[in-house]
Structure formats: C-alpha cells, structure tokens
C-alpha cells in the first residue's frame, strides 16, 4: 500500500512538472462522493478509493499469504490469566527449633552440619547434665521402692525434657543410670541453622538447631493491582523455575495480605507449592500462573483486538469482503482469549491476526485521499467546494477552476455532467 502511495505522488509530481494531460478516460465513480464523475486510471481498485468506502476490502488469498486468519466471536468459558513472579522459601509452618530444656555440656555432636538431613528421631546430640543424672537416679529409686507415684513423677519430669520413651525404657531396663541422654529430631528435613558445638556448655531454653521440611514451600507473589480482584484464596496455579524448565509444580494461594503496596502498587499473595521430592529449593526465583475461576461470555482471540491507547478496535466481516474496524470493550483476558463485554455478538467474523495490517492500511487509503485534496485534485468530495470551483457549475466554472489549479493547466477536465464525456 505504501508502494502505490509514494507511485501515485511521484505521478502527480510529475504531470505537474511536465504537463502530460492524464487520461480522462477511466470512470470517477469509484471515488466518494464522485457520483457521475471520472478519474484517473487504476484509482477504482485502490482500497478505500471506491464508492463504497466504508472498511477495507480483503482478499481471502491474499490474506492467507500474509498470515491474516479470520475467527468468530463465541460465548464460552473465559478464565483470566495472572503471572506473578518470587522467591522460594521454607513454608513457616514446617521450621522447628530444637533447645535445650536443662543446663548441660553438648559430649557428642552427630547433626555437625548445616544442611545436613536427617529424619524424625534421628540422634543430634549426646547432652550431659547433672539434673537428668538425678533424674534418673530418682526414677530408678522409685522403681526399686516400688513407688509408682514416685516413678510416674521421675519418668514424667524426664519426658519434660525432651526424653525421648524408648531411653526411658531402656533405663528401666538396664537398670543404672548413663551419663548422657541423647536429643533426636522432633521432626524430618534439614539442618539451616546451627548454633552448638562439641564439648559447648549450653543453657535451658537455647535454641540449638533449626530444622526445616521443604516437601512444601512457599512463594510470596507480586500481584499487581488491576489483577488483585481475579485473586483469591485457594485460587490454584503452576510454578515453573529456570533450574528445571521443563517441570511444573501445583500450588495454590493460601493467604493473601489485606494491605497493598503503596511503592509498588501490588499485592502480596502467599503461593504454597508442593515439593514431595525436593527438587525445587528456597532461594530459587519461582515463575507463577494463576488461573482463576472464569465465566461464560462473549470472546475473540487476544490477536483479534488492536489498542490503539485510548480505545481497543476489532475489524469486523460486513460480508461482502470488506471488513469495518469498530471499537469495543475488553474484560477478562485469558491465556489465549478475550472477553468482549461490549461491541461484537457471537457468529460475526472477526480479522484474528495482523489486525495491524489492516489498520495501517485503512489510515493509509485516509492519508492518500487527503494528499490528493490538498495537492488541487479538483475533485467535488461530498459537495465540498475546491478551489476556484463556481457554485454556477457548467462548463465555464469548471475551466475556471482548471484553470486556478497549479499544474493543472494542460490537462483535460471532464465534463461535469453525469453520464457525459469531454
């Protein structure tokens, strides 16, 4: 289209300069408003250059080789999209602290590292301390005196410290008291903090180990405010991450914050992701799709509309070949869809793609008849007066106005009367 804008120009330039009389020969009436006039030759085939203006005339052929696809407008199911975007980290619930419940001196260290697993039950230290030693010096007393009072109180206060029931048993099996009594893990993961080492003297109520589950973790995503009210609680989603690109990993939001970001204008929403064989690790940027709930509704594919900035367009099929751009109002978006709240009715035929094309070319055809008004086209637009152009008509107002037409001197003027040639 551009092509034939820059050819017509350069052959109006051209007749100017030189003066070649152009044909008078080849029918107006394809232009607006040119009812029973003529114009140049090839000026009927140009897209809106007809008498009919309205939309741009599209080859089904041609479209095809310049990648237009047409679709129609259907009521179906339409669920939003939401991409959010943040950081693994272990899911609260799942951290556990072990401490100290008595004062003691930490003789054999076995969890020595940090990240290092270890299961439920499993050994972490061996803790000396003279209170369990009379702890269990107590029960074994009350045993032998045959005082169950006494022995449920000494087991009682020993458990209280975190010993665990088969020491006991075995105390009460062997009979004599050990030096040390072993603190296992209250629960399976792996070591992220640890504040103890061998041969430490460490106090009631210390925090020595920090032991965290990762089978689920959590992500805090980032939702931006136009996309808040399609968010809510149990709302469920796919994770992927950049480690293992070709893996996704269901979660679902578990709790949204009540207060928005004033710096950032979003809105923090809580992403618990399974993870049974801890593939995925805290620290790791999480890529999130949400998909909400959706609802039935009037919808064109997402390529179909064209926002322009202030209003979104869809070229819509008259059936006659020539396809009118009409604004209309968007609503949900989905992965492929969009929701069209106003403007289209199921069954119209819509331009799916390269919607651009065809708008360029519309403002295009727009432009050119503009160019040729401005350049002395001497052309009636609509009963638009051009100049030098006498409301008396005739033959003598048309000469004149010929003849005050820069350029214009030598060429051929038709005759102004319908159905009648120079």
Request: charge should be neutral; hydrophobic fraction near 45%.
């Amino acid at each position: 289209m551009k092509a034939l804008a820059m050819g017509l120009l350069a052959i109006l330039a051209t007749q100017e300069a030189c003066g070649k009389p152009k044909s008078a020969e080849a029918p107006m009436t394809d232009m607006p408003g040119m009812a029973g006039m003529q114009d140049t030759t090839g000026m009927a085939g140009m897209p809106g250059m007809s008498g009919d203006s309205d939309g741009v005339p599209l080859d089904r052929t041609e479209a095809a080789r310049l990648g237009i696809t047409f679709a129609r407008a259907v009521e179906r199911p339409v669920r939003p999209f939401v991409r959010a975007v943040g950081i693994l980290k272990y899911a609260e619930p799942r951290l556990v602290y072990v401490n100290a419940r008595v004062n003691g001196w930490v003789e054999k260290l076995y969890a020595d590292y940090v990240g290092k697993p270890v299961a439920q039950g499993e050994a972490l230290l061996a803790l000396y301390s003279p209170d369990l030693v009379s702890a269990q010096e107590e029960y074994l007393l009350a045993r032998r005196l045959r005082d169950d009072t006494l022995a449920a109180s000494a087991r009682r206060r020993l458990a209280l410290w975190d010993i665990s029931a088969d020491q006991i048993d075995s105390l009460e099996t062997r009979g004599s008291v050990t030096r040390t009594l072993l603190l296992r893990a209250p629960r399976g993961g792996e070591i992220v903090e640890k504040h103890v080492i061998e041969g430490q003297a460490v106090q009631s109520g210390t925090n020595l180990f920090l032991i965290a589950d990762r089978s689920v973790l959590w992500v805090d995503l980032a939702i931006f405010e136009g996309d808040a009210a399609a968010v809510r609680v149990g709302t469920p989603a796919k994770v992927t991450v950049d480690a293992l690109p070709d893996r996704t990993f269901p979660g679902r939001v578990t709790f949204i914050h009540p207060q928005l970001d004033n710096n950032t204008r979003t809105l923090t929403a809580r992403l618990e992701v399974a993870n049974p064989r801890g593939e995925i690790r805290p620290g790791m940027y999480a890529a999130a799709e949400l998909v909400p709930a959706g609802r039935r509704a009037v919808t064109v594919p997402l390529t179909a509309v064209l926002p322009t900035g202030t209003k979104d367009l869809v070229f819509v099929g008259r059936g006659d070949g020539r396809f009118l751009p009409r604004e209309v109002r968007v609503g949900l978006r989905g992965d492929s869809l969009v929701e069209i709240v106003e403007g289209l009715k199921p069954g119209e035929e819509v331009v799916a793609s390269a919607t651009f094309l065809l708008d360029s070319e519309a403002n295009l055809a727009a432009a050119i008849q503009g160019i040729m008004l401005q350049m002395g086209m001497g052309l009636n637009m609509g009963g638009m007066q051009m100049p030098g152009m006498e409301t008396g008509g005739g033959e003598k107002g048309s000469a004149k106005a010929h003849d005050s037409m820069p350029g214009m001197e030598k060429m051929p003027m038709p005759n102004m009367e319908p159905g009648v040639q120079r």
